[in-house]
C-alpha cells in the first residue's frame, strides 16, 4: 500500500476529488490501498448527521457537506489528518470492526507518547481525562476529546478516516459543537503539554498502522 504524505495546506475538494479517483481505482483493481496524511486549512465539516444548529458560526470558515458518517468537525492547521483508504473485501466487510480498528490505530499512536486515548459509548472519537481541570457540571471527570473519526465506504473501499488534534488553534473548534457534544471539551497533544510535531505523529501513525491493521489479502 501507498503512505503518502502532503507538505503545506491540502484544499478540502482537492482532498476529495483525490479520494473519489482512488477509491474507483481501488475498487477496479487498478491501484493499490492508501494513507493520505495531510493539513487542511480551517475549514468545517458536515457529517450525514450534522444539525444545523451545531454550526454555531456559519460565517468563521467555509462550511462542506462531507458525506461520510458523523457530525460536525473541525479541519486546519495543526490537526494530522490521515485520510484512509483500504479495501475491506480483502480485509473483512465488518464496517463496526473496521471503525474499532481505527479507533485502536489512534489509541495506539496516542500511546507512543504516553497518552491514554480511550473511547466512550454514544461518543465518537478518541478522547483523553483531564484530571486537572474541575468537574463537568453533572458532576463527572472532565474529558477533552483529541480525535476525531468519520468513515465512508464505496463498493466496501474506505475513505475520509480520522484526524488528530497536534497543535491545532483550539479556539477554531468554538464555531460548531463538535460532534454534537456540548459537556467535554477538546484538546491537543502540544495543549497536554507534549511537544509533538507532525513528523513525529507520521512516525508514530506508521509505526502502530502495521500493529493494528493486519495486510489484505491478495
Request: charged share 30%.
Amino acid at each position: 500500500m501507498e503512505w503518502k504524505i502532503t507538505d503545506g495546506l491540502t484544499e478540502y475538494n482537492d482532498a476529495i476529488a483525490f479520494m473519489e479517483a482512488r477509491v474507483a481505482a481501488i475498487a477496479n483493481g487498478e491501484a493499490e490501498e492508501c494513507v493520505w496524511l495531510l493539513e487542511h486549512p480551517p475549514l468545517y465539516t458536515a457529517g450525514t448527521s450534522a444539525r444545523i444548529e451545531d454550526l454555531t458560526d456559519p460565517d468563521r470558515f467555509p462550511v462542506f457537506e462531507a458525506k461520510r458518517g458523523g457530525e460536525y468537525t473541525y479541519h486546519g492547521p495543526g490537526q494530522r489528518v490521515a485520510y484512509v483508504m483500504l479495501d475491506l473485501n480483502k480485509r473483512g466487510r465488518d464496517v463496526r470492526g473496521f471503525v474499532k480498528k481505527l479507533e485502536e490505530w489512534v489509541i495506539a499512536a496516542l500511546a507512543e507518547f504516553n497518552v491514554d486515548g480511550e473511547i466512550r459509548d454514544g461518543r465518537v472519537g478518541v478522547w483523553v481525562r483531564r484530571d486537572d481541570k474541575p468537574l463537568t457540571v453533572t458532576g463527572k471527570p472532565a474529558e477533552d476529546k483529541i480525535a476525531a473519526i468519520g468513515l465512508r465506504l464505496r463498493k466496501w473501499v474506505s475513505f475520509h478516516g480520522i484526524s488528530i488534534n497536534v497543535e491545532p488553534e483550539l479556539d477554531h473548534f468554538s464555531g460548531i459543537v463538535p460532534c454534537g457534544i456540548t459537556e467535554y471539551g477538546v484538546t491537543s497533544l502540544v495543549d497536554l503539554g507534549l511537544p509533538v510535531t507532525m513528523a513525529d505523529i507520521d512516525a508514530a501513525l506508521h509505526k502502530t498502522f502495521a500493529e493494528v491493521f493486519v495486510p489484505a489479502r491478495v
